[in-house]
């Protein structure tokens, strides 16, 4: 099963991995800190070993997004963030994992999901079962 | 001299899949070193996969194989003495190539290949494992796939499932090449056969058709329940599985409709089904049940039997899925066996009788969440004339399956139930 993972970020700067500009990464102790990065990873390490880590992105800043929607006559493209939020997202993960509480164990063990927030979306199938 | 006949690429595939775990079992078993013995092998297939179809089959294609996956793995251990030199215990046991040869067959061989096959099947389902590891392990080891038509299947990138491959390998590093003994033989038996039945709903649930590269794991679960048969006739379970495949199978150009919407078993054109399927399933199920051990996969098939043999939905021996139901419910408990067996209480006995069955599930934690309480309640409410409380329950299933035809299934119900306004 395909799992959508969202990672949302609010950094002081927009730098990947983005939980390093979080101000609460920020204000953790240096050892602290290595520790969060150390955890961050080996969870890496082990979704890639694991076969389970499909594809991972990461987004350029919001800044630079652009955004289409109606307006008058049509159609209209503005600059900037669907959502004008404080937490932006700031990359995507997909992983192929055995089960929905693996899928959200990954999600948590993000280090943003301990600064702000990681979602976890299951992606749908095209096929069925038997009725 | 006469060129031999070049075999297609495909007929070449086949026979390279069938002789896949006959030339990994004895290497593996000679080697003790399983991990390097299937890349030895997997390179074998691939350098047959490119000659044969050129060249045409050697006289002798499974020796060729064990030849040329035997050389490979001398060559590799021949490396890695000379690069580490840290297999100096092992070289001074005796020279890789003879360790590794293969000798020729005699009967005391054959009965081994039987055995090695079995022994590679249960090493690759083995309980270290997760559930997707042991199926690509199987696939490739047993199933004598490519990594990247696993890949293929599964719809991930070939760099994921080779991970997962080596991974799986890396993990059993150092298990024994034996069968298991004592207290985990069923455990065992059990888990392996739960792999072959994953790989049978992936490729059944998958949607025809959508890409002609992705291999059929329906087709190849099939032919590998198939091996694990003729490789042990007298068990009941192996024989269940195979039959409920074939029946399950005989099904496929029903269930679902040119436009990829599917056909629900009360609705499907039974003239679609396939006999001979549907015959063979029956044979194997009759053959078995009354020599062997009841076990679950025997139960299912039986299930589904009465289903294959029922002129319609209505006319079906609901009586006996039931009873078939209850039997599956000691043996294998579940919730989701309970919520078929709720179907069948309704067709039987009326939807009263099935709702209440339902009842207790919906405090069941193994469910939570799942979109079939919802729907199969749904169904029964409907049955029930509750059409209020069916389009809310189809509505609620439709929230929460992943399945896209389900989805547009569950939608069609709840709005022909909606109140026209």
């Known amino acids: 099963m395909k799992y959508l993972i969202l990672v949302y970020s609010n950094p002081e700067s927009w730098e990947h991995p983005m939980f390093v500009r979080d101000p609460g990464f920020l204000g953790l102790t240096e050892a602290e800190r290595a520790d969060v990065v150390q955890e961050a990873e080996a969870l890496h390490a082990e979704i890639v070993a694991s076969g389970e880590l499909v594809e991972g992105v990461a987004l350029a800043d919001p800044v630079t997004a652009r955004t289409a929607r109606p307006g008058a006559g049509g159609v209209t493209v503005t600059d900037g963030p669907y959502l004008e939020t404080k937490e932006q997202l700031a990359g995507y993960f997909v992983i192929d994992c055995d089960t929905p509480a693996r899928a959200a164990e990954i999600a948590a063990r993000f280090p943003d999901a301990r600064l702000t927030a990681v979602e976890v979306r299951p992606i749908m199938t095209s096929g069925g079962e038997d009725m | 001299m006469t060129a031999p006949p070049t075999p297609t690429p495909a007929a070449v595939g086949e026979l390279l899949r ?79 190539d003879a360790r590794l040869a293969p000798a020729p067959d005699t009967e005391g061989d054959v009965a081994a290949g039987v055995d090695d096959t079995l022994v590679l099947l249960l090493l690759c389902c083995h309980p270290t494992l997760t559930p997707s590891s042991q199926v690509a392990l199987t696939l490739r080891a047993v199933g004598g796939l490519t990594t990247a038509a696993i890949a293929r299947a599964f719809l991930v990138p070939e760099a994921t499932m080779g991970q997962r491959i080596s991974r799986a390998k890396q993990r059993i590093r150092g298990a024994r090449f034996a069968l298991p003994v004592g207290a985990e033989v069923p455990t065992r038996w059990a888990a392996a056969l739960h792999v072959l039945y994953l790989i049978f709903s992936e490729g059944s649930t998958a949607t025809s058709g959508a890409d002609l590269h992705r291999p059929d794991l329906t087709a190849e679960a099939i032919r590998l329940a198939r091996l694990v048969r003729r490789l042990r006739p007298d068990d009941g379970e192996v024989a269940g599985l195979l039959a409920l495949m074939l029946l399950v199978e005989a099904r496929r150009t029903a269930r679902t409709r040119a436009d990829g919407s599917l056909v629900p078993l009360a609705e499907q054109d039974r003239a679609l089904w396939d006999g001979d399927r549907i015959a063979e399933g029956v044979a194997l199920l009759t053959h078995a049940l009354p020599r062997a051990i009841l076990g679950p996969y025997q139960l299912q098939a039986a299930i589904a039997a009465v289903h294959a043999e029922a002129p319609s939905a209505n006319a079906t021996d609901w009586r006996q899925v039931v009873a078939l139901y209850g039997l599956l419910d000691a043996l294998a408990p579940s919730p989701v066996v309970t919520l078929n067996r709720a179907v069948a209480v309704a067709m039987a006995d009326g939807p009263e009788a099935g709702l209440a069955l339902l009842a207790p599930l919906a405090a069941d934690e193994r469910l939570a969440g799942h979109h079939r309480l919802p729907a199969v309640r749904a169904h029964l409410r409907e049955m029930a004339g509750d059409p209020a409380g069916a389009e809310a329950d189809f509505r609620a299933a439709a929230r929460l399956t992943t399945s896209l035809p389900e989805q547009r299934y569950l939608r069609g119900r709840a709005a022909a139930l909606a109140p026209s306004s």
Not at chain 2, 24 to 48: H, T
Not at chain 2, 77 to 83: D, G, K, M, Q, T
């Open chain 2, 18 to 96: 069938e002789l896949a775990p006959q030339v990994l079992g004895p290497l593996a078993r000679r080697s003790a070193r399983f991990e390097d013995a299937e890349d030895a092998v997997q390179e074998a297939l691939l350098a047959a996969t490119v000659q044969w179809p050129v060249e045409g089959l050697p006289d002798e294609p499974r020796a060729w194989l064990r030849t040329v996956a035997a050389r490979r793995m001398a060559d590799q251990l021949r490396s890695e003495v000379a690069s580490r030199r840290r297999e100096e215990r092992d070289a001074a046991r005796a020279p890789a």
